[in-house]
């Protein structure tokens, strides 16, 4: 496994093409406005080594029977499964923003057991060519971007029948050694800060749409693929002089790309599909699957929410109001309740044809659709409970003034015994994870990460197998079917 400092030389080695507000971003590992989410992603390496965490940051793996970052691990039991969305909500605590390496490990266990059908159904080889990429994942310690959103164009339309047939990703040419693909992905969360890039179909396709079926890995810094950095709110206060209390969260964050593949090489073992589009769907509705469960990383973030709700509260010398410690309470059900369905779809989870484990369809459609809510609300009693100054605070750079600086701490002051600068640090916690870079990740994202809602309802809709719910409320009420159609 790579220390934290191996993983950021890992990335300096990289030739990444980013760019940002029109330019090319120089050295994209320190950009200041990178880098905070370069620290969230290195979280998941440094409680790696952290022999407190061992037992969920690790595994040992089924390819190699070696020890293993557990972001990296293909599921085999729902243990597995149980200790994986524990180790999403603690680096959730710990970060307080997205930490970007779930989707690599979502694409690889719905890649692993895809691949195999495939082979089963076709005769391919696509199955070992993946595992054998995957040792390699395993080995060096990876991060790999899952890769599946396509731009989509005009949402009526197939793929093949766009206007403009780079709408979602294609192969527009096809080697002896392997193939070219163009086309781009959007909202690519922590690509960044990935060595590889592992890409999908983002719908179900038919035959007309063969040349939009393709899976494949490549490094993210191979020739044709570049990146656009995503703007979140916000963002500029983190190029002022010595930021600090008004970021809120100073150290992470989370980042998202929009990517170019622009006529990107493909080597033939690096294509895990390649026109099987029957096969589009198992892809899509496994990696949505897995990502709907690891949605649980709210949870995390929601534990420092609440936290800071409690804590402004304190700061403001009204802990024990009776309103206060009801709105906490509902903050903390809302929270547990998205944990709850988490647990469930991966208790419930069964093992796969492959022999790795997934969660419950079902259940983990339903814990993503709780995530589109529950984060807003908890967010809403946040600020009720934060108060109007949350949003109304002058800048550090006037609390350290010589002149006015005394005036903000006299009269931004709470409880005597408590700093003026302790108080602004929560209120900016707040803002910033309700409305500032932060509230990308556990506001925007809840919404429409891993399927936007009407996603989950439609899936919700598929396995909620309503005709044996018929069938039961027939039994109880004793309906007697030779009575119809008379
Ligand atoms: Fe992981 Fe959550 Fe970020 Fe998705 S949104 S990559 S599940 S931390
Ligand atoms: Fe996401």
Request: net charge negative; with cysteine.
């Amino acid at each position: 496994m790579k220390t934290r400092e191996e993983y950021i030389k890992s990335l300096e080695e990289l030739n990444l093409e980013v760019y940002m507000f029109g330019k090319r971003v120089e050295d994209v590992v320190n950009d200041p406005i990178i880098r905070p989410s370069l620290n969230s992603v290195a979280m998941t390496y440094e409680l790696a080594n952290d022999p407190e965490y061992e037992d969920l940051m690790t595994a040992t793996s089924n390819l190699t029977g070696k020890k293993i970052n557990r972001f990296t691990h293909i599921h085999q039991s729902t243990d597995d499964l149980v200790k994986k969305i524990k180790m999403q909500r603690l680096l959730g605590q710990k970060t307080a923003s997205c930490f970007q390496r779930c989707v690599g490990l979502d694409a690889a266990n719905a890649m692993y057991s895809t691949t195999y059908d495939i082979d089963q159904e076709k005769g391919t080889n696509y199955h070992e060519r993946f595992v054998e990429y995957w040792k390699y994942v395993q080995t060096e310690d990876l991060v790999v971007d899952g890769a599946m959103t396509d731009p989509k164009g005009d949402r009526s339309k197939s793929p093949s029948q766009q206007d403009d047939p780079d709408m979602y990703l294609r192969v527009v040419e096809r080697r002896d050694d392997g193939i070219v693909v163009r086309g781009a992905k959007a909202h690519q969360t922590g690509m960044v800060n990935s060595h590889e890039v592992m890409v999908m179909p983002t719908i179900t396709m038919r035959e007309e749409d063969k040349d939009y079926a393709v899976c494949f890995s490549v490094p993210t810094d191979t020739e044709g693929i570049f990146m656009i950095y995503g703007r979140q709110s916000c963002d500029l206060r983190k190029l002022e002089d010595n930021a600090d209390i008004d970021l809120g969260n100073n150290t992470f964050g989370g980042s998202e790309t929009l990517v170019i593949f622009d006529d990107v090489f493909v080597p033939t073992e690096r294509i895990f599909m390649d026109g099987e589009t029957e096969f589009t769907n198992a892809i899509v509705e496994r990696f949505a699957g897995y990502h709907r469960q690891s949605y649980v990383c709210k949870v995390g973030v929601g534990d420092v929410l609440i936290g800071a709700a409690g804590q402004a509260a304190d700061y403001n010398g009204v802990p024990g109001a009776s309103h206060i410690r009801d709105k906490l309470t509902e903050m903390v059900h809302l929270n547990e309740t998205m944990y709850c369905c988490g647990l469930a779809c991966s208790h419930e989870g069964h093992q796969t044809d492959a022999g790795n484990y997934e969660i419950d369809m079902l259940l983990a459609n339903v814990n993503k659709q709780n995530v589109t809510r529950f984060p807003y609300e908890i967010a809403r009693i946040a600020q009720d409970i934060a108060g109007g100054l949350m949003v109304t605070l002058p800048s550090e750079a006037d609390f350290r003034d010589e002149k006015i600086g005394p005036y903000v701490d006299k009269y931004l002051r709470g409880r005597s015994d408590i700093s003026t600068e302790n108080r602004m640090r929560i209120l900016r916690l707040v803002e910033n994870l309700t409305m500032g870079t932060a509230a990308v990740g556990y506001l925007t994202e809840s919404m429409h990460g891993a399927g936007s809602p009407q996603a989950q309802r439609i899936m919700i809709q598929r396995q909620s197998n309503m005709e044996h719910k018929k069938a039961l409320a027939r039994d109880i009420a004793n309906v007697d079917e030779s009575l119809d159609g008379k």
